[in-house]
C-alpha cells in the first residue's frame, strides 16, 4: 500500500493498484535480464552490483521514479483512465510503452501488438532505430549467443502481448498454446488474474498457474545508502520487500480471466528470430493458436509510426495507433472481408476492483 502527499486525489492504491503492480513486476524482470543477465540471482544479505539498485529506484513508491505508480497512473490518464481507475492488461501494456521512451538508461524498445498479431517488420523497425544515448547492455549480451551477422545496433526488445482467450472463461483450446508459451526461453510469464484481482503468473505445473500476488502487504523500502546499510557497515535485509521470500501462488488454469497479457524479452536480433521460430512451432502445433505471427504489415491496417519522443507521450494528446486502426479497418471492412457489424475492440474487460 503506497500514500500520495497533498492534492485531492487517492491516498493509497487499494482496491485499484493491484494491475499496476503487475505491469511493475513484469517490466522490473525485463530491465533485470537487461541489465544484470539471466544468470544473475539476488541473494539475501549480499552487496548487489549498482544495476540492480538502479533498477529498484525506477519502481521506488516516489512520484519522481519513473515506473513508480504515480507515474503509470498519470500516464494511464492519456489511455482514458483517471487516477484510481482499474486498469486491464492492454491499459498497463499501452502505459509502459509510453514510459520507456523517458528511460535513456535502458533503451528499452517495447512494443504492444494489437489486434492478436505480432508484425515482425514493425518490431524491427522499431528495434534497429538508431539510439542517440550508448548502450550498457554487457550483461545482456552473454544472455544470448549471437552470430556476427546480426547488428549490434539492436535495441533490446520487451514485447507484450494483450489476449482474450475467451467471453467470460478462458477457452480450453488456448491452453496448450499458453503453456508453449511460457516455456519458452524469451518468456516474461504474462499478467492477467480473476475477476477484482490481478496477479503476475511466472509459470505453470500441471494444469495449475504459478504466480505472484501483489497484494501481499510489503513494507515501504527506500534504496539510499542509509537503508541498506547497517550501523556497523554491513548489509541489511531491507530489498527482501523486492522479491519472493516464500514459494508462488498456485492457481486452476479453469480460474484464469481470459483477459491477458503475455511478455516476452529478446535481448538481441538473434533472441528474437529465435522466438520467431519458437513461436512458429507453436502456433503450427495448435488448431486454435492466441495469435498470429506475420511478416508483413496486413494492407488494411494504416502505416507503422515510430514513437518519435517523449513529448509525444506526455500528456496523451497523440492518439494510439490501434485508435487509427480501428477507423481504417472499420471504413474498409465493407469491401475487404464482407462484415456487416463490427466486433468489440476491447481487449480487456473493465470492471470495478474492489480487492487488491
Given at each position: 500500500m503506497i500514500f500520495?502527499?497533498?492534492?485531492?486525489?487517492?491516498?493509497?492504491?487499494?482496491?485499484?493498484?493491484c494491475m499496476l503492480r503487475c505491469?511493475?513486476?513484469?517490466?522490473?524482470?525485463?530491465l533485470l535480464l537487461l541489465h544484470l543477465g539471466r544468470e544473475w540471482r539476488w541473494k539475501e544479505g549480499l552487496k548487489q552490483p549498482a544495476a540492480y539498485y538502479r533498477v529498484l529506484h525506477c519502481f521506488l513508491d516516489q512520484k519522481d521514479c519513473l515506473y513508480s505508480i504515480h507515474q503509470i497512473a498519470q500516464m494511464g490518464v492519456g489511455e482514458g483512465k483517471a487516477v484510481g481507475q482499474w486498469y486491464g492488461p492492454n491499459t498497463v501494456a499501452q502505459v509502459l510503452r509510453k514510459l520507456s521512451l523517458f528511460d535513456?538508461?535502458?533503451?528499452?524498445?517495447?512494443?504492444?501488438?494489437?489486434?492478436?498479431?505480432?508484425?515482425?517488420?514493425?518490431?524491427?523497425?522499431?528495434?534497429?532505430?538508431?539510439?542517440?544515448?550508448?548502450?550498457?547492455?554487457?550483461?545482456?549480451?552473454?544472455?544470448?549467443?549471437?552470430?556476427?551477422?546480426?547488428?549490434?545496433?539492436?535495441?533490446p526488445l520487451l514485447l507484450l502481448v494483450p489476449l482474450r482467450l475467451g467471453l467470460t472463461d478462458v477457452n480450453t483450446a488456448y491452453i496448450s498454446s499458453?503453456?508453449?508459451?511460457?516455456?519458452?526461453?524469451?518468456?516474461?510469464?504474462?499478467?492477467?488474474?480473476?475477476?477484482?484481482?490481478?496477479?503476475?503468473?511466472?509459470?505453470?505445473?500441471g494444469e495449475e498457474l504459478l504466480f505472484l500476488d501483489p497484494h501481499t502487504v510489503q513494507p515501504a523500502v527506500d534504496v539510499s545508502d542509509d537503508d541498506m546499510m547497517g550501523e556497523t557497515g554491513e548489509m541489511t535485509n531491507a530489498d527482501c520487500s523486492y522479491h519472493c521470500m516464500h514459494p508462488p501462488c498456485r492457481m486452476?488454469?479453469?480460474?484464469?480471466?481470459?483477459?491477458?497479457?503475455?511478455?516476452?524479452?529478446?535481448?538481441?536480433?538473434?533472441?528474437?528470430?529465435?522466438?520467431?521460430?519458437?513461436?512458429r512451432?507453436?502456433?503450427?502445433?495448435?488448431q486454435l493458436p492466441m495469435f498470429e505471427l506475420v511478416t508483413t504489415r496486413p494492407k488494411h491496417w494504416p502505416p507503422f509510426v515510430l514513437p518519435?519522443?517523449?513529448?509525444?507521450?506526455?500528456?496523451?494528446?497523440?492518439?494510439?495507433?490501434d485508435e487509427l486502426r480501428e477507423e481504417n479497418v472499420l471504413a474498409s471492412w465493407p469491401r475487404s472481408r464482407g462484415w456487416t457489424t463490427a466486433p468489440s475492440r476491447s481487449t480487456s474487460r473493465q470492471r470495478t476492483d474492489s480487492g487488491s
Open positions: 500520495f502527499s497533498g492534492g485531492t486525489g487517492p491516498t493509497s492504491d487499494s482496491g485499484w493498484g505491469g511493475q513486476m513484469v517490466l522490473a524482470q525485463a535513456d538508461w535502458s533503451s528499452l524498445s517495447v512494443h504492444v501488438a494489437m489486434d492478436n498479431t505480432v508484425v515482425i517488420e514493425d518490431i524491427r523497425k522499431l528495434c534497429l532505430t538508431s539510439s542517440t544515448k550508448p548502450h550498457e547492455h554487457e550483461p545482456c549480451e552473454r544472455y544470448s549467443e549471437q552470430g556476427a551477422s546480426y547488428r549490434s545496433s539492436w535495441r499458453l503453456k508453449a508459451c511460457l516455456t519458452s526461453p524469451y518468456s516474461l510469464g504474462f499478467i492477467g488474474g480473476q475477476p477484482n484481482s490481478a496477479h503476475y503468473f511466472i509459470g505453470f505445473v486452476d488454469m479453469s480460474q484464469l480471466d481470459p483477459s491477458i497479457a503475455l511478455g516476452f524479452f529478446c535481448c538481441t536480433e538473434h533472441d528474437f528470430d529465435s522466438w520467431c521460430e519458437h513461436i512451432t507453436v502456433m503450427c502445433g495448435n518519435s519522443g517523449p513529448s509525444d507521450q506526455a500528456g496523451g494528446a497523440v492518439r494510439r495507433e
